[in-house]
């Protein structure tokens, strides 16, 4: 059974700082993609960044410059270090692998989601 286990969020003001992070566990071979997506009340979940085993990054305009998303791959780790919160980033963010080899089957999974919340 392979679980995702997030950590990090909180409640901090407009310009501050958080780090989240992210754990998968389980008998897990390797993970193709791990990434980082979010959900605000009233919208639908929406992409922040992702990161591959090789490292290659993406993220979505209102990440660039302001977020970096990094892994370990060795202990199966994704982090989400954010800069320069805005209100607008407040949300539930959600850790997501993908392409996830374990010794039962690939598939994709869910973190529970950590919530941020920016005040102005």
């Known amino acids: 059974q392979v679980q995702l286990v997030e950590s990090g969020g909180g409640l901090v003001q407009a310009g501050e700082s958080l780090r989240l992070s992210c754990a998968a566990s389980?008998?897990?071979?390797?993970?193709?993609?791990m990434g980082w997506y979010r959900q605000a009340p009233g919208k639908q979940r929406e992409l922040v960044a992702v990161?591959?085993?090789?490292?290659?990054?993406n993220y979505a305009d209102s990440a660039k410059g302001r977020f970096t998303i990094s892994r370990d791959n060795a202990k199966n780790t994704v982090y989400l270090q954010m800069n320069s919160l805005k209100p607008e980033d407040t949300a539930v963010y959600y850790c997501?692998?993908?392409?996830?080899?374990?010794?039962?089957?690939?598939?994709?999974?869910w973190g529970q989601g950590t919530q941020v919340t920016v005040s102005s």
């Open positions: 997501n692998a993908a392409g996830v080899w374990s010794s039962a089957s690939v598939r994709d999974y």
């Open positions: 389980g008998s897990i071979f390797s993970i193709n993609v």
């Open positions: 990161i591959s085993s090789g490292g290659s990054t």
